[in-house]
């Protein structure tokens, strides 16, 4: 041990440490400074970014013996704080740069570091200093970020006040289509926005930290698990394994369609019999600390016999392999898709056709923070479980049964949550922490390193898709032919959803009158199929998206003219069948076609035989819900003070519920004429909060947003008397009048049948992507140097949310199409080694344009707009790689090695 004085924060501190211990730990753990975040734990994140004597480090690779005795450390919490921020806090307020907020306070030391030795940087500056410090942002597409360090050196320079940065709200109070700043943005600039391995150091003393044993092969028997050598360890309170669960031992998968194979009752919450993936969990070790628990789970000894791996859907659908799930084919599921007239004769007859082979990968979440979570028994003897979880009560129901306890006795709370783009539409740890809680008795605390977060959460499912145009001479779109392979790891949750989205968008945006396509859901023993921004989109319209530009080569066409002549017009239908609710596609073209024109010239004019440059178009399309007649509750309730209450479950990572449902709320009660302070928040909770269904599927703002406009409209009608004003809470209480509405909205939507026909969604969002790439013919390395996207999602709640998720999703786009994979378990399972965009990887030159139109099922007219900036902008980068250099890249993620290789020889 070694004790030593720090000045922190201008502040003398004493700390006793071992020499070993990490910074970023005493930090955090000795001196409660809870903004220093520890994410990838590699020093690959920068979220653990503090400052040590001028110098910039990243603290979660520092160990104490390199902290020098009186060293000067700066924290976020030293910057500024919530009634005095720094210019950079107020900054990235403005601009809406904390979007969830776990890399925010990394960023912003970073920032302030870079000020430090520069007062006057340029953007490229900027840029090349976060690149520089491995600073990674999944959530903003960077420029934001950007955008605030030069409004805030503008303030430190004094070229603008610091007033000048504060968001002003508009004259009739107003707080829909603003730029607001969300709820939780002072907290998150500050560090003072708990998340759950802030929350767990206010655990109590007893509680117990866990460990998980996993399976280091894809596909085993379990022939024996011995935990005795464990049990003996020190610090040792007890190694739970599937003896010690009291229910099924199972996730069910809730969701399977009639004609799936399976039951949903297939992932086991700690493995039994078999294992079915690598980092499957057999055992959990509860242990005083957490040093003691990893150092006894690696005494529990597991005796397994290996099984041949199904590694990729081809290969699990080889005829001599073995069923995964004995009992249930590897194939488990078929969708088909039938419209209009059967298409094998209008191929025959066409003037052109055209067929392709297409792959998308598995692409890794890379949240910032790793999963973590924590459970315990409430005083009334309720066991509550904290976790990232993005769908509460589908959680609750989905593990319930397997924990041996009935709904009633359990309930679910989202902690403040890291973005997790989807991964969390599936439960993770909800149930393991669960089953450990039961098991001792005792308050446990779960928290992944990036390896587990990376081995053992869903990742993007990979599409294996064959798709067939046929067209006249003239460019109209006469006929489709699809089949896809969906491979969704071991577990079916959701896998027969995922697959039906390739009925509903392989060929959107277009007006298809005659399709035929079969889809497939397939077992196999990599990563578990998640839900991922888009789902179903990126993989479906990948395919199609790509071969519209090679049709337009074919027929000697303009790919932007051939896309303007079949987009949906008054008339033409989804390939489902459905109507669109808007037709915008043809304006959002108009509104990009200039920058089209000009991005032509430009490349053709800057590209070298060393370079080559091209640019690329797009259109992407997807339906903000679940399928058929989605539901929403949300309860709002009139105060004593004359405030109002809203409380939902619309859980959030990092899209902005907390916006969402303020400005929603406040637009709804403006008969009211209360200002935004006057509305409360209460989330999350489903002790307290009713059925607001997941935030998936971009469904949150439609359909929750509608459940609290009915709670709002409803709690109005009951409040105002004959003569137009309205009645006090006094007075609402004096006459009996319920002070709390439940308000509730479903869907008027249709679920598609066994042909792939239906109106699945009431609400769509729309966009057209347009990328410009550079090629090094010498490597193939391709570089996005510009992404503008037009988006439709009916009318824009709040600026700054949604031009933030806009450019995150393009962002995440770059990435699926250039770098990021999890297919090699080792290589792939860190946040670099999986391909993460960087702040150069990604353009400064992003732009955002918007057709409103107002959605007729809308609240305020609003679609979704999650999903909608990750369904094609992968296409646009492809497409424009081909126009730079000839090279058709059909197989996901396009490195250099994969372009050099396409390259017309």
């Known amino acids: 041990m070694q004790k030593k004085k720090l000045l922190v924060n201008g502040i003398e501190r004493t700390v006793i440490t071992d020499s070993s211990d990490l910074l970023s730990d005493v930090i955090r753990k000795n001196l409660h400074l809870t903004g220093t975040k520890v994410g990838c734990g590699k020093g690959q994140c920068g979220a653990c970014n503090v400052i040590m004597d001028g110098k910039l480090i990243r603290s979660c690779i520092t160990k104490m013996n390199r902290v020098p005795d009186g060293a000067s450390i700066t924290t976020i919490e030293g910057i500024g704080t919530p009634t005095d921020l720094h210019a950079l806090q107020a900054a990235w307020m403005l601009h809406g740069a904390a979007q969830c907020g776990f890399c925010t306070p990394g960023f912003i030391v970073s920032a302030k570091a870079l000020l430090d030795q520069n007062a006057d940087p340029s953007r490229e500056d900027v840029r090349d200093w976060f690149q520089k410090h491995k600073n990674a942002c999944r959530c903003t597409g960077y420029k934001p970020l950007v955008d605030a360090v030069m409004d805030a050196v503008k303030v430190l320079n004094g070229k603008m006040s610091l007033k000048d940065l504060a968001y002003q709200m508009p004259e009739d109070g107003k707080v ?27 655990l109590p003393e007893n509680t117990l930290q866990c460990a998980l044993v996993q399976a280091e092969v894809p596909h085993a028997n379990i022939l024996s698990i011995d935990t005795s050598e464990a049990e003996k360890m020190p610090g040792v309170f007890k190694v739970v394994t599937h003896k010690d669960i009291q229910g099924k031992n199972r996730i069910t998968g809730l969701i399977t369609f009639p004609t799936n194979k399976g039951d949903g009752w297939e992932r086991p919450i700690l493995c039994d019999t078999k ?3 690598t980092g499957d969990a057999i055992a959990i070790v509860c242990a005083d600390t957490e040093k003691n628990a990893k150092a006894a789970a690696a005494k529990v000894k597991v005796e397994l016999e290996e099984l041949p791996a199904y590694m990729s859907a081809p290969a699990a659908m080889e005829p001599d392999a073995i069923e995964i799930h004995p009992g249930t084919p590897n194939i488990y599921y078929i969708q088909k898709i039938a419209k209009g007239e059967e298409t094998a004769p209008i191929f025959e007859k066409a003037d052109v056709t055209i067929e392709g082979d297409y792959y998308t990968s598995r692409q890794p979440h890379l949240p910032i923070e790793p999963d973590v979570g924590f459970a315990y028994y409430d005083e009334d003897g309720k066991l509550m479980i904290h976790s990232k979880s993005i769908g509460l009560h589908l959680h609750l129901y989905m593990i319930a049964p397997g924990l041996g306890v009935e709904p009633e006795n359990i309930a679910l709370v989202q902690n403040n949550t890291g973005g997790t783009f989807g991964y969390k539409f599936s439960p993770t740890m909800e149930a393991l922490v669960g089953a450990a809680a039961m098991a001792t008795k005792r308050p446990v605390y779960l928290c992944y390193d990036y390896a587990q977060q990376q081995i053992y959460t869903g990742k993007r499912s990979p599409f294996w898709t064959n798709v067939k145009l046929a067209a006249t001479k003239d460019g109209q779109l006469l006929g489709m032919e699809t089949d896809w392979s969906v491979d969704h790891g071991p577990y079916s949750e959701f896998g027969d959803l995922l697959t039906l989205r390739g009925a509903q968008y392989i060929g959107a945006g277009y007006d298809i009158k005659n399709i035929r396509g079969e889809g497939r859901t397939v077992c196999t023993n990599h990563a578990w199929g998640a839900a991922f921004r888009g789902y179903g989109a990126p993989e479906s319209e990948f395919p199609s998206e790509v071969l519209m530009d090679e049709l337009a080569e074919k027929l000697g066409m303009d790919p932007f003219e051939l896309r303007y002549k079949n987009v949906y017009r008054k008339g033409s239908t989804t390939p489902t069948g459905q109507d669109p609710e808007v037709y915008s596609l043809p304006e959002m073209m108009d509104k990009i076609r200039p920058k089209y024109e000009a991005a032509k010239k430009r490349v053709a004019a800057e590209s070298t035989a060393e370079i080559k440059k091209g640019v690329g178009i797009a259109i992407g399309v997807y339906g903000a819900g679940l ?6 509750e949300s309860d709002v309730q009139l105060n004593a003070d004359g405030t109002v209450t809203i409380f939902n479950c619309w859980e959030d990572h990092g899209q902005g519920a907390d916006m969402g449902t303020l400005a929603t709320a406040h637009e709804a009660l403006r008969p009211l004429c209360l200002r935004a302070d006057q509305i409360k928040l209460v989330m999350n909770d489903t002790s307290k909060c009713p059925n607001s269904g997941p935030a998936g599927g971009s469904r949150s703002q439609v359909m929750t947003g509608n459940s609290i406009r009915v709670g709002c409209e409803e709690l109005i009608k009951s ?5 137009g004003s309205y009645r006090t809470y006094e007075e609402m209480v004096a006459e009996g009048i319920p002070t709390k509405i439940n308000g509730k909205w479903t869907a008027p939507a249709s679920d598609c049948d066994a042909n792939g026909q239906g109106n699945p969604f009431c609400c769509y969002m729309y966009g057209v992507f347009l990328c410009e790439v550079a090629v090094e013919v010498a490597t193939g390395k391709t570089t996005v140097e510009s992404m503008s996207c037009v988006a439709d999602v009916g009318t824009v709640v709040n600026k700054l949310v949604v031009d933030g998720q806009i450019y995150g999703g393009m962002a995440q786009g770059i990435g699926l199409a250039l770098t990021e994979d999890f297919e090699d378990i080792k290589k792939h399972s860190t946040i670099a080694g999986a391909g ?5 990887d990604i353009p400064d030159n992003m732009e955002i344009m918007y057709v409103e139109s107002p959605r007729p099922d809308g609240p305020f007219g609003a679609s979704g707009v999650g999903e909608m900036p990750l369904t094609a902008p992968h296409c646009a980068v492809i497409n424009a790689i081909h126009n730079a250099c000839g090279a058709w890249c059909r197989h996901l993620p396009a490195r250099p090695e994969k372009v050099l290789a396409a390259m017309p020889k």
């Open 176 to 202: 829909l289509g603003t730029k607001m700043p969300r709820p939780s943005a002072t907290a998150k600039v500050t560090g003072t926005w708990d998340f759950g391995a802030d929350l767990a150091l206010s």
């Open 275 to 277: 294992v079915f993936q």
């Open 627 to 632: 399928d058929g007649p989605d539901t929403s």
């Open 719 to 723: 409040m105002k008397k004959s003569n």
């Open 836 to 840: 993460i965009p960087y702040c150069k």
